[in-house]
């Protein structure tokens, strides 16, 4: 089920559950909000379009949030001039969670949220007996100089074994 919502001059197609940027909107986080201009409802493939809204048809929502957007920089210039100006704006945005799609003479009724299981308490760290600290394999400590001069030696000498004298011409 689906529905197309005129929210703040914008047309959303908006589904249950889903969270959506509009532009701001007046209302604290956590304030549950409807909006009553609903263009289009489709119910399994039954759709209702309105002329120009459905008849007693809303969409529940609920504010989660007020955020800024990107920053755009506006930078205008006039050549030859010596005009130019820069301005920065943020576009304030409100993300809301759409909680349900009711038709005429429905009710939202909010569910309670499932609880959540308990976590799982961690495996305790078991201590290494001595046994098993003398079998475990002891890796080597390499030093950087050591591990990185044999490197560079070795590739010296097949630069210069790659190029080749350049033999000169002789002039008469």
Same mark, same amino acid.
């Given at each position: 089920m689906y529905a197309i919502v005129d929210i703040a001059g914008q047309q959303f197609? &908006?589904?249950?559950?889903q969270s959506i940027f509009v532009h701001r909107l007046q209302g604290s986080e956590?304030?549950?909000?409807e909006f009553d201009n609903v263009l289009l409802i489709d119910n399994e493939g039954k759709i209702t379009v309105g002329s120009p809204a459905v008849d007693g048809?809303? &969409?529940a929502a609920k504010i989660l949030s007020h955020d800024k957007g990107d920053k755009v920089i506006v930078f205008k210039k006039k050549r030859r001039k010596g005009y130019q100006k820069s301005n920065g704006h943020r576009q304030s945005f409100t993300k809301i969670l759409i909680q349900g799609i009711l038709s005429k003479g429905e009710t939202f009724v909010e569910t309670a949220a499932a609880p959540k299981k308990a976590a799982k308490p961690k495996k305790e760290v078991t201590e290494v007996t001595e046994e098993v600290a003398q079998t475990a394999p002891v890796a080597k400590k390499t030093t950087k100089k050591a591990s990185t001069a044999a490197p560079k030696a070795a590739a010296k000498p097949a630069k210069a074994a790659?190029?080749?004298p350049v033999?000169?011409?002789k002039e008469e």
């Open positions: 197609k &908006v589904k249950k559950d956590g304030t549950k909000i048809a809303r &969409v790659a190029k080749k033999k000169k011409k």
